[in-house]
């Protein structure tokens, strides 16, 4: 079992930035395949960023590619995500996720909203 806190959300102008971060606790942090979704009002959750256990390899939807880049620090147990060149299309709750398997997400966090205005 993994408990996920999320952090870091707010409100900001398009064209801000913001750093999402994700704290883990519970079984060790570097056995898992951390990542990011959001939910948009009114639009099904979409899967934006991934990092393997190393932190080694990454995965980006084509909508945040060249804008959010995801880490982790193993030693703090947390995951973070960088978000540059934010949009009002960014809007949505954030949710942290952890999985056993990569690409398959057996833990959520409670979200945090990111709210991106015009």
Known sequence: QVQLVESGGGLVQAGG???LSC????RTFSSYFMGWFRQAPGKSREFLSGIR???????YAD??????????DNAKNTVYLQMNSLKPEDTAVYYCVAGERAYE?????QGTQ???SS
């Open 63 to 72: 909508s945040v590619k060249g804008r959010f880049t995801i880490s982790r």
């Open 105 to 109: 997400f057996d833990y959520w966090g």
């Open 17 to 19: 930035s913001l750093r």
């Open 114 to 116: 990111v709210t991106v």
């Open 53 to 59: 256990r190393s932190g080694g390899d990454t995965y």
């Open 23 to 26: 704290a883990a606790s519970g």
